[in-house]
């Protein structure tokens, strides 16, 4: 008995052009992520800036006022779950108060992916991706201290977007 490749590529023409356009059909409604010149990349690109440069980094702690979903969520895979509330008080009693040893987030640049979502055609939120790396600054230099991949869901509203999930996981140390 001939195995069932052989049944659809020996010589049947009509099998291969099923499987020529079954696999046009479906690349056509695979979403991938979205190129790194679309105005969605840079958007959600600037807003991780927000959050990491200028509040993560630099502790502007107004920043996220208005980045920060009211229904916000934030999921930790070492420090568990986190409301809006709970998550900019940890920003401000943690991450910022100890100015002489401060932690510091860069992001992974080429691990930043986007994929947008969309309601019959209309976008209406988007999953950005990636990997990030932390430091400690102490004496004006930087020490690595591990990475981490994140995901973010962010939500349309008004024009603007809002960050309303977080999944912060794979933390892991740096190796020595």
Same mark, same amino acid.
């Given at each position: ?29 695979? /979403? ?43 999921? =930790? ?20 108060? /100890? ?19 969309? $309601? $019959? ?10 990997? =990030? ?18 995901? =973010?869901?962010?939500?349309?509203? /008004? ?11 794979? =933390? ?5």
């Amino acid at each position: 008995m001939k195995p069932l490749t052989d049944f659809f590529f020996e010589g049947n023409l009509f099998w291969k052009i099923v499987l020529l356009l079954w696999s046009l059909l479906t690349s056509l409604f695979t /979403n991938a992520q979205i190129s790194e010149n679309s105005e969605l990349y840079k958007t959600l690109k600037s807003n991780d800036s927000i959050i990491f440069e200028r509040t993560f980094n630099r502790c502007e702690l107004d920043k996220l006022d208005d980045i920060i979903n009211d229904d916000f969520e934030f999921y =930790h895979d070492v420090a568990g779950e986190e409301s809006r509330e709970k998550f900019l008080s940890s920003i401000k009693n943690n991450i910022c108060s /100890n100015p002489n040893k401060k932690p510091i987030r860069k992001l992974v640049d080429e691990s930043l992916q986007v994929f947008p979502l969309k $309601n $019959n055609g209309k976008l209406y939120a988007a999953i950005q991706k990636g990997k =990030h790396l932390f430091f400690i600054k102490e004496n004006g230099k930087l020490t690595p201290t591990g990475s981490a991949l994140f995901t =973010h869901l962010w939500i349309k509203k /008004n024009n603007s977007w809002k960050l309303k999930r977080v999944l912060s996981y794979n =933390h892991l140390p740096i190796q020595n």
